[in-house]
């Protein structure tokens, strides 16, 4: 790619290129219809409008709900994930029923009975940088509404590489961010976080828990923003950054300006799509050098043979509550550095976290500090229950 | 000067619960050192060994992003607000 692609929102669309809108149509609009704003050329444009969603969970229910509601013509999806119980506190495209199913057949028919107007298109898949490009240029608004930093890095890129806008809208606990990015001349996502944050630091929702309404707040701001950009109306969040504290209810609106060091949308050094996992620092990560790690059997194993190992859950509080290995004590990772001193050097140390990522960032801190006999639970407590202790619950 | 350092409910558990302290200082850095020294276990999460910012918490004085204004050397005024925005990904 040697030039930026440019946005496909054409608003200079002639009236008569707009699709028809049937008879039932007209009536299923008929409110939007009477806004000056929107009115029957609105509508069109709604209809001939393409908008990709990424990820069908928290932030994507209400999105894929309202935009479809509302009259997107186009409407991808793209996610790889099943419906899992846990989903189900905020996650209001699917229902209990669809427990098990894909994500994307429950989003089908939820979305389809909502508006059978809507051509949806799925793809069962991850987003990765081999598929973005081809995928967002078939849209013309992105919305991200993922729930990890290596495909938000990736959503990112590749909308400034073609000229889509993304909006953005983030979500932990009770607080959440949303924006446009990557509009002609506003700032993108790598200007506001030139980099991911090291691995484990910031929990997701999954390790942190999050208000269920929360993604309803923050998606149906996307949402509102994805139609103001397809209608052309308005202000957009485009070089803005809102804050929503659920917990105090205060909005706060801070200036957004492109970076002129943004590799992306500033010198636009950022030719390609690149390897975003590795960007995130997941690879060294995943691949653990240095960290040994111990099997659910083997754990067991050494357990049996009665060998004096002192078992550390390194978990947020709420997860220990929720259900913990027995014979643990608890030692968040956040304060594994404070705590050095309640580690003994001459007994085994094994660490355990939900999957086995801050288990290792935890026996790093402790291998930093002299400890040699540190292990690492592979696969985390969800590894163990699996393997071991089916009562835990699943989270 | 006396101003006041907003943090979010994620940090402010390392603050004693409070999501709004007040810091005295004539920059932006001076005040987060202050806010620091009276809780430790906050600075590792706003800068990095060598005191400089990271790329994934950004801050705001007032509606201003410092890093245009002179980053950590932003002087403050009496009132002043800093608004410390942390990146978070979930969805």
């Known amino acids: 790619m040697t030039a930026t692609e440019t946005t496909s929102v054409d ?56 935009l479809a509601a509302a009259g997107v013509g186009h409407v991808g999806l793209v996610d790889f994930d099943v419906v899992d119980v846990t989903n189900l ?7 209990t029923r669809d427990v098990g199913r894909s994500k994307l057949d429950s989003a089908r028919d939820r979305l389809l009975d909502i508006n059978p107007h809507v051509d949806l298109e799925t793809y069962d898949t991850r ?7 081809e995928i967002v240029r078939e849209y013309d608004v992105v919305v991200d509404g993922t729930d990890n930093f290596p495909t938000r890095y990736l959503v990112n890129d590749a909308c400034v590489l073609t000229g889509r806008p993304n909006v953005y809208g983030s979500i932990f606990r009770f607080e959440g961010q949303a924006s446009v990015f990557a509009t002609a001349d506003g700032p993108c996502y790598r200007c506001l976080f030139r980099e991911p944050p090291p691995p ?25 923003e994805t139609l103001k950009i397809l209608l052309g109306i ?11 504290d659920a917990l105090r ?29 590795d960007f995130c620092g997941l690879r060294a990560v995943h691949s653990g050098p240095g960290v040994p790690e111990v099997t659910p059997a083997e754990l067991v194993a050494w357990r049996a043979r009665g060998d004096a190992i002192d078992l550390v859950d390194v978990r947020e509080p709420g997860e220990w509550a929720l259900g913990h290995l027995s014979g643990a004590r608890h030692v968040p990772l956040g304060t594994v550095s404070s ?29 930093d500090d002299g400890f040699t006999n540190v292990w690492s639970l592979t696969g985390g407590i969800l590894r163990w229950r699996t393997e071991v202790d089916p009562t835990l619950p699943n989270y | 000067m006396s101003i006041t350092v907003h943090l979010p409910t994620m940090l402010a558990r390392l603050a004693g619960d409070t999501n709004a302290l007040e810091a005295s200082g004539d920059t932006v850095g001076e005040a987060l050192t202050d806010v620091i020294a009276r ?46 925005v942390p990146t978070v990904a979930g969805g």
């Open chain 1, 11 to 66: 608003h200079t669309h002639r009236l008569a290129e707009l699709p028809e809108l049937s008879t039932e149509e007209l009536q299923r609009y008929s409110r939007h219809l009477l806004l000056p704003e929107v009115g029957l050329e609105g509508q069109r444009r709604l209809k001939a409008g393409r908008v990709l969603l990424v990820g069908a969970g928290g932030l994507g229910s209400p999105l894929g709900l309202y």
């Open chain 1, 339 to 367: 705590a050095l001193g309640t580690f003994a050097r001459d007994r085994t140390t094994v660490l355990y976290c939900k999957g086995g990522t801050r288990s290792a960032q935890a026996a790093r801190i402790l291998q």
């Open chain 1, 234 to 244: 308005g202000t957009t969040l485009a070089g803005r950054l809102l804050l929503v």
């Open chain 1, 127 to 133: 987003l990765t940088s081999d598929n973005a490009l």
């Open chain 1, 200 to 224: 484990g630091l910031v929990p997701s929702c999954a390790e942190g828990g999050v208000l269920g309404v929360l993604p309803g707040l923050i998606g149906t701001i996307q949402a509102t």
């Open chain 1, 249 to 277: 209810m205060q909005f706060r609106t801070l200036k957004l300006q492109r970076d002129p060091a943004c590799p992306a949308c500033g010198t636009r050094t950022l030719r390609e799509l690149i390897d975003y996992e």
């Open chain 2, 39 to 84: 809780f430790p276990a906050l600075g590792p999460r706003l800068r990095d060994d060598a005191g400089k910012p990271y790329g994934f918490v950004t801050f705001y004085l007032n509606d201003e992003d410092i890093r245009f204004h002179g980053g950590f050397e932003a002087p403050i005024a009496d009132g002043d607000e800093v608004i410390v």
């Open chain 1, 89 to 95: 506190q905020r996650q209001v495209l699917h229902g």
